[in-house]
């Protein structure tokens, strides 16, 4: 395995919810790094910002200008058409990929989605399946991670049920069980998984907290009031009524709607659990924040920052 120490990673999606706790982690393993952005950002000691984006053939080259490796965080988890999440997570792939290529780098590290398991349930699956087989077939020193439900300080597409569960409801898609991991955790693998390393070269890593079999819906939205101080009720919903939530939630708050009908679709299906068999190698990567402490450190930042 090749040290961190002098080496520099490009990164994609490093001003999103987990490429900023990426960034820390980076920095800190000795990474110099950088990191595409579409505004202005504020200094950050051993972080180059280079003005871009995915859609910015140009901008991807002056990214890994001088890179060793390249970790692609960014994607799009909410469009308004299959369109949108073509462009962002399929066409921004492609571009990202034959940028790191044209500058002769080798090793590349992409985060998908589990929802790439079943592309078949909804528009943002089917783009992320489709991006990872561009990774696959890309000849590149890659791997793969599917996050499974990331939360964590700083998150906002699950704050909704933190929201909710202090008013001590919790509104779930059909009973089923979910995968779970913080983001703390999910940056740590992603550090990890950057210096070359044959053990992971062409692997397809699923990451989570270590629960065995995931949580329930009812279990994790239990532990959200828990978390609160709420004891949370609970109460699922059919697929054609978050459906139709879906379409009143994007009626009424436009582009900022976190429940769609895509997503409708695939929190729907009853299993979003992590692969046994997939998990990074432990001598590599085991999760650290235990579920429960991870969501009371979350309901702490959300009130310190009047969220709650």
């Known amino acids: 395995m090749r040290s961190s120490v002098g080496n520099t990673v490009a990164v994609t999606g490093a001003t999103g919810f987990v490429g900023r706790v990426t960034l820390d982690r980076l920095v800190e393993a000795g990474w110099k790094v950088r990191a595409l952005t579409r505004r202005d950002q504020p200094k950050k000691n051993g972080v180059t910002w280079v003005s871009g984006a995915l859609d910015n053939i140009q901008s991807l ?17 909410n469009a308004p058409d299959e369109a949108g999440f073509e462009a962002g997570n399929v066409r921004g792939t492609a571009s990202i990929i034959t940028a790191a290529k044209d500058r002769g780098i080798k090793r590349f590290v992409h985060v998908s989605s589990l929802a790439a398991k079943h592309p078949q349930l909804s528009f943002y699956g089917a783009s992320k399946y489709r991006a990872e087989k561009l990774v696959g077939t890309s000849m590149l020193d890659w791997t793969i991670v599917r996050p499974p439900g990331v939360y964590g300080p700083g998150d906002t597409e699950m704050f909704d049920m933190f929201r909710l569960a202090q008013k001590g409801w919790a509104l779930l898609p059909p009973r089923g069980n979910v995968s779970i991991i913080h983001v703390d955790d999910l940056a740590r693998l992603l550090v990890a998984l950057l210096p070359e390393n044959e053990d992971v070269t062409a692997q397809i890593f699923e990451p989570d907290d270590g629960l065995e079999k995931g949580w329930s819906h009812q279990a994790f939205a239990r532990a959200i009031g828990w978390a609160i101080g709420r004891r949370v009720t609970t109460l699922h919903a059919p697929k054609f009524v978050l459906t ?65």
């Open 61 to 77: 080259h002056n990214l890994c200008e001088g890179a060793d490796a390249v970790l692609h965080i960014a994607g799009v988890v």
């Open 244 to 308: 139709l939530a879906a379409h009143l939630d994007r009626l009424f708050r436009g582009s900022k709607a976190k429940l769609t009908p895509d997503r409708a679709s695939y929190l729907s299906h009853p299993d979003w659990t992590i692969d046994r068999t997939a998990t990074p190698p432990a001598a590599l990567w085991l999760p650290q924040i235990s579920t429960r402490q991870g969501l009371k450190d979350t309901v702490r930042w959300y009130k310190a920052q009047g969220w709650l």
